[in-house]
């Protein structure tokens, strides 16, 4: 089994304030997802990193995949309330079985 | 659009009894799962399917069933309810079984197995 370690587990900021999520494993993924959960939903699909360098922007959300496609990461610019959600990486290795992270739970206040 | 609609959005059960959720979708989507999400711990794959009578088990299959009969639907069922299965259960799809197509999420199913 691949698994995908998510640090931090948790995560509480003030408006305004910048971080970075990050999602590692051992194994190398061809592709990685990354998705955001609010509370009572289900995960909403951000971005996709498929190419080992790649990087991504989604307004204040960059997307990074490692070189070696082992590990990525997320930052937040000028977080705001509306960011608050449990963000979570799936990673494919070759099966279509994707593998999920434990996800990491952001709060910003306000 | 719909999109992906489970049902029902919250159930308490009994140990031992059985129950099917169920997960329906209106995009015409072949690719179909159901995971069970529970805190600390992420999504985990319970079954899924690459398409109308294919069914296949993910990494925790001991105690769900899952049939699919029709494009549309995927019911999941319990056979006989243990409290380990107290958990959120989402329903998902894409269009095909491609991983960098997004998967589509239902709301989800809150279980309570007393």
């Known amino acids: 089994t691949q698994l995908l370690e998510q640090s931090p587990q948790f995560l509480s900021i003030q408006e305004g304030e910048n971080l970075t999520v990050y999602c590692n494993s051992s194994s190398v993924f061809s592709s990685l997802q990354w998705y955001r959960q609010e509370p009572g939903e289900g995960p909403v699909l951000l971005v996709t990193v498929v190419t080992g360098g790649e990087v991504k922007k989604l307004k204040r959300l960059t997307f990074q995949f490692g070189d070696a496609r082992k590990d990525s990461s997320l930052h937040i610019t000028a977080a705001q309330p509306g960011d608050t959600g449990l963000y979570l990486c799936a990673g494919e290795g070759g099966s279509y079985i994707p593998t999920f992270g434990r996800g990491t739970s952001l709060i910003v206040h306000p | 659009n719909a999109g992906v609609t489970q049902t029902p959005k919250f159930q308490v059960l009994k140990t031992g009894q059985s129950m099917t959720l169920q997960c329906a979708q209106d995009m015409n989507h072949e690719y179909m799962s159901w995971y069970r999400q529970d805190p600390g711990m992420g999504l985990r794959l319970i079954h899924y399917s690459v398409g109308a009578g294919i069914t296949d088990q993910g990494e925790v299959p001991n105690g769900y069933n899952v049939s699919r009969s029709t494009t549309e639907d995927f019911p999941l069922r319990l056979l006989s309810a243990a409290p380990s299965q107290t958990s959120v259960y989402f329903c998902?799809?894409?269009?095909?079984?491609?991983?960098?197509?997004?998967?589509?999420f239902g709301d989800g199913t809150r279980l309570s197995i007393l």
């Open positions: 998902a799809s894409s269009p095909q079984t491609d991983f960098n197509q997004p998967q589509h």
